[in-house]
């Protein structure tokens, strides 16, 4: 595209040093870096910017770049600056540090979103509405859709504006759009009935990330399905006033984060609402008794550096002398971004990690990495400081339980969250609710134990506990931890969660006193071991999840077998920023 201006719109200003460093918020393109030798950033003010989430009450700007022949088909090589300190040299170091295929993807959106600028600078944009925003600018060529592209109801690259109604469970903005009326009457004819609903007016879905509800966005469509689309954020035109600006400079790229657009309380409001929706939709309660027991998200006001383990992974080096993407897939692609630091991540963390890369390339240097394979790494930030070893040893005190593990294994990663959850579930598990509560458990079963932490937590509560784990080497940790705390009435079984009732100790718990607390991975609990928990039937059940659907999903179950009712859920943000949530489940025995 030789008629590429050399003008692009950079809205976000950021202090860096002395200086302002300033980058496209959208494609992270860095103009430079005012007061830089022999550079100057030349500023001027735009109204709007198409290229960011942030126009109203923020300023946008755009600065020079130099411009490049036919960038799309160039590989990195030919982008090099032709001087030391122009602007493109800040744009290939970005650019080098991204493969290739993102590269393709960076400039081929810069080459829109600078022909829309570009267009609308020179007032030859029309004012926006469906019709007239809905085509690329007439006579710019959109890039060819992807092998298959289903090309119904909007073509590649069709822009749209559409209004957030809502927020899916996996973070992502439902926007609603009207479709042309000759089109619908033209695929009503082609739909199934079950589909018809779909393409009535206004009632096509386009899923946009990085929305919030209520806010009015032009999006630009990528994907079509048979009853939704999915499509790219271009721009905010009314804005939400729970948006902020997000901390991380990746936050619309990397996949880690989903919401840190969106301020914490609302996030949290939000979170509730997903576990409504999931209790509704999924575990069958009706709505009004689901809003009635879900209560307010808890959380602390650490939102930022609280992770005490990060995970990044590397790509196989294959022939490459050096690693420069260590860090987290992107969104909506399965591709990696590189992630040089991570503002949920600790503090401590954040200074181990510039180390950590360094020396992933110094073992690929040394021929100690395979080069046909990727890895993940571990940063587990506990008392001893950051360790990279899963065998490696490590403490942390959760109240006044001190809990010694593997610092690869599994244990909750939000050090400042996790007193107030584990209050919660030992009270519950002990005290039942509120004016019902009687306070009287004695006995406590703790299911998918882990090395201990509601167990042995609880244990001064209770007469008896027991875990189960089907980790053993956590089962380890456990007992360990128990010597470790001098807990005596905790014991600790290796193997899969439903073996507890299967005859032993666990059948001779006295039901009306007995609380069994559940915390099982993502994919919630087996068919078989709720069929058993039925089967035993204690008196209270606590059920702790980061998978909110699935235990939605078990919730069904547990109340349909008529023996419980569902007495509250909290939600817990043990994951600021990010989709996920921990929500904890409390049922009573109905006899
Ligand atoms: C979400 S973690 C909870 C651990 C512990 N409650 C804690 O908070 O530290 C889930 C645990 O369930 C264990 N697990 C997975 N499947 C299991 C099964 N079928 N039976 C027992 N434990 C299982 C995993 O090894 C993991 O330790």
Known sequence: MNALRNTIPMERQEKVGGGRKVQCRSCLWEVGREGEEGYRIELEKVETCVLGEFHEGVEGFKGRIVPYENPSSA??????????????????????????????????MLENFIVVQNKRLE???KKSTLQDTSTFPAGEPTPPPPKKFIPKPFPYHHILEARCEALTNLGVGVCRVSLPDDYVSESLQNVEEADEESYTKGKWVVFVPSVIPGELVKCRVYRNYKGHSEADLLEVIERSENRVEPKCRIAGECGGCQYQHVDVGYQRVWKRQHVVELLTKIGGIDSSTAEATVKDTVGTDEVFHYRSKLTPH???????????VIGFQRKQIRQLIDVPECVIATKEINEALP???????QRLEMGELKKKKGATLLLRHADEGVVFDHNQYVTTTVKDIKFRFKAGNFFQNNPYMLPSMVNYVVGQAKGGIGENGDGDMTHLVDCYCGSGLFCLSASKDFEVCVGIEVNDKAVEEARENAALNGVENCEFVAASAEQIFYGGQVQTYPKDKTCVVIDPPRKGASEEFLEQLLKFGPKRIVYMSCGPDTQARDTKILLASGAYELREVV?????????????CAVFERVN
């Open 123 to 125: 007032g030859l944009e």
């Open 314 to 324: 590397y790509d196989a080096p294959r022939d490459r002398s050096e690693i420069d």
């Open 355 to 361: 180390g950590v890369r360094e020396r992933v390339n």
């Open 75 to 108: 590989p990195p090589t030919p982008l090099k600056p032709e001087s030391k300190s122009t602007p493109a040299l800040h744009a290939a170091k970005d650019i080098k540090q991204t493969p290739t295929l993102s590269l393709k993807q960076r400039v081929e």
């Open 571 to 583: 939600p817990f943000d043990l994951f600021p920023q990010t989709r996920h949530i921990e929500s």
